[in-house]
């Protein structure tokens, strides 16, 4: 998980956040802005967990070149190692599963609630990749998967991706990582152990805030809740 604590947020010479506007207060839009910075870097911090733990392909070329001299398993490159033409998009892992015989094509999403132009975008893109994939290694099978990797099932990602994807074509995070041999749980562990860092950062930063220390607390009410 992203860690608030390594986020920048606003620069002193920008402009302020709209969090600073939200709040009328410098500190409290820069802490949130921060927030909002390590909630994007989500995604590629979930890509590098999953990439540190698989067999990785260090030299893409030199792999295909000798593919069938390589020992079994699944093995995985990131396509930002694979040159193509102008116009191709490249989705985020290309795998090879050398004991079955099978490429994997993988775009990944940290979200798993799209809308339908996003999703479709998303199903033009992977498709055009995993038909470009065998002028580069010919005579290999590929197939095209997006992964949503927080959603529980196959049902949740297909939905949130507006049906834009066939059902064999989507994955939950769990199902990723079977396809790739690697410890979905551990991936959560990690991840979870950064939420609770994340939290402790946050209120204690917000402590440290004197508006936010000092603003009127609400009245409480009884359990009844307000009168009426």
Known sequence: MALIEDAVGRRKDQTPSGYTRLFGNAEVGNLMSRAHGACISQGIELEEQIYTRTKKINDFDEFIKNLHDQKAGVWVARTAQIKVPKGIPKSDFIAFDLTKGKGYVIELKDGDQFDTKKSEGEAIALHKFVNY????????????????????????????????FEMDEVLTGRELCSLLEIDYDDITRARQNDQQSNLSYFVDRVSEIDPVVDAPKPPSQGLGGPDR
């Open 133 to 164: 994939i065998p002028e580069v290694i010919p005579k290999f099978p590929f197939n095209g998967y997006i992964c949503s990797f927080n959603a529980n099932t196959k049902e949740e990602v297909f939905e949130g991706l507006k049906g834009k």
